[in-house]
Nanobody
């Protein structure tokens, strides 16, 4: 079992930055691919970014490429999402998740989820 806890969300003005953290307990995160998703009211949960198990290879959704950066610190068992140039349409609840195998783009392939952290971007 892996327990994931997100933090770092909040209210920010358009153009600002936030860094989300996802701290894990129970298992080492280096054994998993890690992903970030978000869900806005009335919308599906969407893939944002992932970092591959054991290495530094990353993948991004087109909507956040060049603005968001995913990283991991295996020593701290923590994954981060640096978000720059935020827009009002980035407002959502942000989730981190752990993937033991399968497509990193599909939320159904993730085995463990955090409770989410709210990000609100004002115009």
């Amino acid at each position: 079992q892996v327990q994931l806890v997100e933090s770092g969300g909040g209210l920010v003005q358009a153009g600002g930055s936030l860094r989300l953290s996802c701290a894990a307990s129970g298992r080492t995160l280096s054994s998993y691919a890690m992903g970030w998703f978000r869900q806005a009211p009335g919308k599906e949960r969407e893939f944002l970014a992932a970092i591959i198990r054991g290495g530094g290879s990353t993948r991004y959704a087109d909507s956040v490429k060049g603005r968001f950066t995913i990283s991991r610190d295996n020593a701290k068992n923590t994954v981060y999402l640096q978000m720059n140039s935020l827009k009002p349409e980035d407002t959502a609840v942000y989730y981190c998740a752990a993937n033991r195998g399968g497509s990193i783009y599909q939320k159904a392939m993730y085995d463990y989820w955090g409770q989410g952290t709210q990000v609100t971007v004002s115009s």
